[in-house]
T-cell receptor, first 113, second 112 residues
Framework: KNQVEQSPQSLIILEGKNCTLQCNYTVSPFSNLRWYKQDTGRGPVSLTI?????NTKSNGRYTATLDADTKQSSLHITASQLSDSASYICVVTQSYNTDKLIFGTGTRLQVFP | NAGVTQTPKFQVLKTGQSMTLQCAQD?????MSWYRQDPGMGLRLIHYSVGAGITDQGEVPNGYNVSRSTTEDFPLRLLSAAPSQTSVYFCASTGGAYNEQFFGPGTRLTVL
């Protein structure tokens, strides 16, 4: 079954600390993996998109890694800020005749001062 | 560019009522889609369209209709609202080098 599982479900950290969010997937055939940030009451916003051949991609303080062999990805947030409080969603694209996006349930991150 | 816009932002319906959720994009993308987001679940695809005049069903299409008369607009119609359709609805437009998805701000729908 094609699934995307994220951990932890929720996370609380202090401002300025680093954190890493995990994403494991069983989607096949794989096309790409995306990380989205979703602020409360808003739509998801793309952070990174990685294809099979890419194993790391950065967007400011956000760095995503991809291990296509173990089907794992991580999102590392450096020097967290209060504005990083949001849900982070991992999405894997399955590619057959048309692309199908498989969404994880997200990690809820709260950053406290 | 406004990106993807959705109206209304909030809506309360009674069981059996019908309504249309509006979605528009100004990025000239061919591919548009509708998702619903429920607590503890990932976003689920309701319907999608690969261009004007072409629509297809997603993962959870029952109880919803769509049409795509123009590239810009992709309305979602609830035929006869049910409490199970209480959810947050997101419209998305897909395009660019990596087929990036751009989501609208969402419509929070409550069916009593």
């Amino acid at each position: 079954k094609n699934q995307v599982e994220q951990s932890p479900q929720s996370l609380i950290i202090l401002e300025g600390k680093n954190c890493t969010l995990q994403c494991n997937y069983t989607v096949s055939p794989f096309s790409n993996l995306r990380w989205y940030k979703q602020d409360t009451g808003r739509g998801p916003v793309s952070l990174t998109i990685m294809t099979f051949s890419e194993n790391t991609k950065s967007n400011g303080r956000y760095t995503a890694t991809l291990d296509a062999d173990t089907k794992q990805s991580s999102l590392h947030i450096t020097a967290s800020q209060l504005s990083d409080s949001a849900s982070y969603i991992c999405v894997v694209t399955q590619s057959y005749n048309t692309d199908k996006l498989i969404f994880g349930t997200g990690t809820r991150l709260q950053v406290f001062p | 560019n406004a990106g993807v816009t959705q109206t209304p932002k909030f809506q309360v319906l009674k069981t059996g009522q019908s309504m249309t959720l509006q979605c528009a994009q100004d990025m000239n993308h061919e591919y548009m889609s509708w998702y619903r987001q429920d607590p503890g679940m990932g976003l689920r695809l309701i319907h999608y369209s690969v261009g004007a005049g072409i629509t297809d069903q997603g993962e959870v299409p029952n109880g919803y209709n769509v049409s795509r008369s123009t590239t810009e607009d992709f309305p979602l119609r609830l035929l006869s609202a049910a409490p199970s359709q209480t959810s947050v609805y997101f419209c998305a437009s897909t395009g660019g080098a990596y087929n990036e998805q751009f989501f609208g701000p969402g419509t929070r729908l409550t069916v009593l």
